[in-house]
């Protein structure tokens, strides 16, 4: 899973994993997460997801971070927007206002470029990563983010679960590393493409 694989998903069009639409658990569990108005909303590993626009919208300051140049550059392209571009060493920051994002590796991220952070919002990250990689970015994260709520949107699967991405992780490996984790949904995929696995959509409440 290093970056040539991530590249190549993104430039051969592999990309199921994306959603132009607004992910329904995220906004039925939105309101469970106490961060103040205006608040600052980390999205790591974001691709092109809609689900910044929707966060960006309820009035909230966005920092995304993501490998793939391709996948900012659509973003903003689709929603007919000039980013303003600037460079940051190793990271290329596209912004508009109360939207940041950052063209990079994840991993090598240092937290003054990330800024204040209230709330992270996880959804195709974690389950994204194979067992070493998800352990080093489990650790990133709590470094980086100590103090802010994670909102946490995990896969699990009966059927082939060592297969990935998306790789399955249950309500106890999500407890393995963040034994704090409150669930507040447990429930059968409704997705063809997971049912088929025996899929199981999760998602969890953290305090980093």
């Known amino acids: 899973m ?9 430039q051969n069009r592999e990309i199921g994993f994306h959603y132009d639409n607004v992910n329904p658990l995220l906004q039925k569990y939105f309101n469970q997460v106490n961060i103040p108005a205006n608040g600052s909303i980390f999205v790591p590993l974001c691709g092109k997801t809609g689900d910044m626009t929707w966060l960006h919208e309820q009035g909230f ?3 995304g971070v993501e490998l793939s140049q391709l996948a900012i550059q659509e973003y903003f392209q689709q929603r007919g927007v000039k980013p303003h571009v600037t460079q940051y060493g190793a990271f290329t920051e596209y912004s508009m206002p109360n939207m940041r994002l ?5 991993f090598a991220l240092p937290k003054p470029l990330m800024g204040p952070v209230d709330l992270v ?13 998800r352990e080093n970015y489990v650790e990133q994260l709590k ?13 699990s699967f009966q059927i082939d679960p060592e297969r990935g991405p ?17 669930v507040l949904y447990n429930e059968a995929s ?9 899929g199981r959509e999760h998602v969890f409440l953290i305090k980093l």
């Open 2 to 10: 290093h970056a040539e694989f991530w590249e190549t998903r993104w």
């Open 61 to 63: 300051q966005v920092t």
């Open 102 to 106: 950052l063209q990079g590796d994840y």
């Open 121 to 133: 919002y996880d959804r195709a990250s974690m389950i994204a990563l194979p067992v070493p990689m």
């Open 143 to 155: 470094k980086h983010c100590k103090g802010a709520t994670l909102l946490l949107l995990t896969y």
């Open 166 to 182: 998306p790789f399955s992780i249950n309500e106890e490996q999500v407890k393995e590393v963040y034994p704090q984790a409150e």
């Open 190 to 198: 409704p997705d063809e493409r997971f049912a088929e696995r025996g």
